[in-house]
């Protein structure tokens, strides 16, 4: 990313002033601790102040109470503050509580601000019950200051005789650390709930107080350079928070006020871009379906045409030629009587080769033998049929029971079979052909018809529409009950046609 120049020149100032302010602040550390310890202390709780002030007069139309449990919580670490800068020693507002006073109070208020950050990430999706959390953390820190001040049960923190940290307090800023560590982890878990900058800061604030507490279990001397630099880290540690909080809250609202307004804002135009895109999907895929019926309504209206010719020529060729003859043989039987068993011998044979056609044909037209037995008894019957129609030997093989439960599914499986059949009677040139059925995880059908004859392009067939093939009218046909098929052909290599059909449950 290049910077602007106006960019660079705030960067610049801002380096600049950081550097003043922390020469000030070490000429101050070392010609008076008192004042440095007091400069760091005021804006930390002023920084708290104003982090309460905004939270609390934004509360109303915030998106979330997040900012408003860290602002009670600043509140009253503020409030603790304040005594910790008065109980400071030099300062003779409690001559008698000395560096262990000063430091009780320094704990107490890192404890709150720990606990604070830690569970502040449970309220961006619960509402805040002010009432009783604002009465909450008063109690906690009447009780807190009631255990130092009035009842003087609180772990000491200084040993004054030894002049050194007691162990509680350096275990309780390891605790503290530890917390605020787990803070910094949970805000980073939230961190799509907040802008990124701000996540920044926040989690770059904990990092500095535990960084702090690190230092403040090292020195020995309230007034010394590990002190220093444990306050030091403090000030970095408010500075941020102001910058994340209050500066952004009042420069930019809508980084911590509005941020989730403004992401769903986004999510929708989002939402509204893949709508539209998916509008004129949607629009590009019926009219391509639109084009796909049409299309297979005039394959399926050539299909009926060329049925209807292809029955007419079996009932004039075939079926009536076959029952003229036997009237024929009839007749014939009247006038030569002698002659009759062997006229009307004849006559019952070819009668009987008339049922036999028109049996046939009935179930090419309606196959009713798929209603009455089911798709496997009717397989086994095309089989038998074609081998003496045509003379074609199949191979049918039937993993399992291949039966769909549905007498219209199946009719329309046994019409393909029969027609894929037929093709290898046309075009393959072989006499052999080989049909495999089998239903995959209890919800496909998938049927494989094969051959090893002449074979042909794929493309080519397809791109002239079947080209008596029939199979542009098959893929159609399947697409529309939502399955496909699969052509797999070179000339001269054969031919492997997969049809994969879907079950339709809760139709049976």
């Not at 798929?370 to 003379?391: D, K, P, S, T």
Request: charged share 20%.
């Amino acid at each position: 990313m290049t910077l602007s120049p106006r960019m660079i020149n705030r960067t610049v100032i801002t380096v600049l002033l950081l550097a003043a302010l922390l020469t000030v602040l070490l000429v101050m550390q070392s010609a008076n601790y008192l004042l440095f310890h007091g400069f760091i202390e005021v804006f930390s709780i002023v920084v708290a102040a104003a982090v309460f002030m905004l939270a609390w007069n934004s509360r109303h139309y915030a998106e979330s109470d997040f900012l408003l449990w860290i602002g009670i919580g600043f509140l009253f670490i503020a409030t603790i503050d304040l005594l910790h800068t008065l109980a400071f020693p030099g300062m003779d507002v409690f001559p008698e509580g000395g560096t262990n006073l000063a430091t009780q109070l320094w704990i107490g208020a890192r404890y709150l601000h720990a606990f604070t950050f830690l569970l502040a990430p449970l309220f961006f999706d619960r509402k805040l019950p002010v009432v009783p959390v604002f009465t909450g953390f008063a109690v906690v820190t009447a009780l807190f200051l009631l255990s130092i001040f009035a009842w003087d049960v609180f772990p000491r923190t200084w040993d004054e005789a030894a002049s050194r940290l007691t162990p509680f307090k350096v275990t309780s800023e390891y605790v503290i650390g530890g917390v605020l560590l787990v803070a910094a982890g949970w805000i980073l878990a939230w961190r799509d709930r907040l802008h990124p900058e701000i996540v920044t800061l926040l989690v770059g604030s904990t990092v500095a107080m535990f960084a702090a507490g690190v230092s403040f279990t090292l020195y020995t001397d309230p007034h010394g350079p590990l002190n220093a630099i444990g306050h030091l880290l403090k000030l970095i540690a408010f500075y941020l928070i102001y910058k994340a909080v209050v500066e952004s809250g009042v420069r930019r609202p809508h980084a911590v006020l509005y941020h989730d307004l403004k992401r769903r804002e986004e999510e929708l135009e989002r939402s509204e871009l893949e709508l539209q895109a998916l509008n004129e999907t949607l629009e590009d895929r019926v009219a391509e379906r639109t084009e796909q019926v049409r299309a297979l309504a005039r394959e399926l209206e050539t299909a009926e045409r060329r049925e209807r010719e292809r029955l007419a020529s079996i009932l004039h060729d075939d079926l009536q030629q076959t029952l003229a003859a036997a009237r024929m043989r009839i007749m014939m039987v009247i006038q030569s009587p002698e002659k009759a068993e062997e006229l009307l011998e004849t006559a019952d044979d070819q009668l009987s080769e008339a049922i036999e056609t028109s049996r046939s044909l009935s179930v090419e037209i309606s196959p009713v033998i798929v209603r009455e037995r089911g798709l496997e008894m009717a397989l086994h019957w095309l089989r038998e049929h074609m081998q003496q129609l045509h003379a074609l030997d199949v191979d049918l093989e039937m993993n399992g029971n291949v039966d769909l439960g549905d007498s219209d599914d199946e009719a329309l499986v046994f019409r393909l079979i029969r027609e894929l059949l037929f093709n290898v009677v046309k075009h393959a040139g072989v006499d052999q052909a080989s049909v495999s059925v089998s239903i995959e995880d209890g919800d496909v059908l998938r049927v494989t018809v094969g051959d090893d004859g002449r074979g042909f392009e794929p493309d080519e067939i397809l791109a002239a529409g079947g080209a008596g093939f029939g199979l542009a009218t098959i893929r159609s046909r399947l697409e529309l009950m939502g399955g496909h098929c699969q052509i797999c052909s070179r000339p001269g290599e054969g031919s492997r046609i997969t049809i994969v059909f879907p079950r339709r449950h809760g139709e049976e």
